[in-house]
């Protein structure tokens, strides 16, 4: 992280003719909403950038980390092609809390593993369609039957989503995705049993109460749209300074 940086303020970590990897911070929306301009983290960056094209992805209001912006449209036709592939991985760590005693409503039963203990070469993979839920249908619980798959759920090109825990240390998870969906993580962490701490809508809304959650998109995979080579990108958890 750069001396300069905090976690509670936007900075970029590198910056190429082609893109820039960006800190978003907690409580910062990744774009614009509908009919609302002001404070996301687009609209930060476009201020001192006068290239910029557009996302590449987006991190939850609540989420904090990196993020990939494309800044033409050559990179993000390339960038775009990447995650189609599977060339494009997001990594996360979360911290836990105690194992959730019941599922919320909505939700189909856990799946079941043998042994819990995941590692990179045999990380444990969670998966399933999504569907909104609730008021407002700003929540989403996983979905895994296929018989009556509805038009409304979201499915990953026709499969399912999926995330795989690459590491655990108690209840602070390192998790991996390549393509992901609303709330993703936050769902399918929940559904195993371990939802994310201080997490005000799963496993059931509450109301806010201050501290940040404890999830961080600290590490991004992807290949150079100009020498093709593997690019990494990493930052240390902030989860334990914002948690304190």
């Given at each position: 992280m750069p001396p300069e940086a905090?976690?509670?303020?936007?900075y970029v970590l590198e910056e190429t003719d082609d893109f820039a990897v960006v800190f978003k911070p907690p409580k910062m929306h990744s774009a614009p909403l509908a009919k609302k301009t002001g404070g996301a983290l687009l609209e930060w960056y476009t201020s001192r950038s006068p290239s910029v094209f557009d996302l590449m992805h987006r991190l939850?209001?609540?989420?904090?980390?990196?993020?990939?912006?494309?800044?033409?449209?050559?990179s993000f036709e390339f960038f775009k092609s990447a995650q189609d592939n599977g060339e494009f991985v997001k990594e996360y760590s979360a911290v836990c809390?105690?194992?959730?005693?019941?599922?919320?409503?909505?939700?189909?039963?856990p799946p079941s593993f043998a042994a819990f203990e995941p590692s990179?070469?045999?990380p444990l993979v969670i998966e399933?369609?999504?569907?909104?839920?609730?008021?407002?249908?700003?929540?989403v619980r996983p979905v895994t039957d296929d018989v009556n798959k509805h038009r409304e759920f979201a499915t990953d090109r026709g499969g399912f989503y999926r995330t795989e825990i690459i590491g655990r240390d108690?209840?602070?998870?390192?998790?991996?995705?390549?393509?992901g969906f609303r709330h993703q993580i936050r769902c399918h962490l929940c559904w195993l049993g371990f939802p994310i701490q201080n997490d005000p809508l799963y496993p059931q809304p509450t109301e806010p109460a201050g501290e940040p959650l404890a999830l961080c998109a600290h590490a991004l995979?992807?290949?150079?749209?100009?020498?093709?080579?593997?690019?990494?990108?990493?930052?240390?958890?902030?989860?334990?300074?914002l948690c304190a």
């Open positions: 905090h976690v509670n303020n936007p939850d209001f609540e989420t904090h980390g990196l993020v990939l912006i494309a800044k033409n449209a050559k809390a105690n194992s959730a005693s019941s599922l919320p409503s909505g939700f189909p039963l990179e070469e045999k399933s369609y999504f569907r909104p839920y609730g008021r407002g249908r700003k929540l108690g209840n602070f998870f390192t998790v991996r995705i390549k393509r995979f992807f290949p150079d749209p100009t020498t093709g080579k593997q690019r990494e990108y990493r930052i240390s958890s902030c989860i334990t300074m």
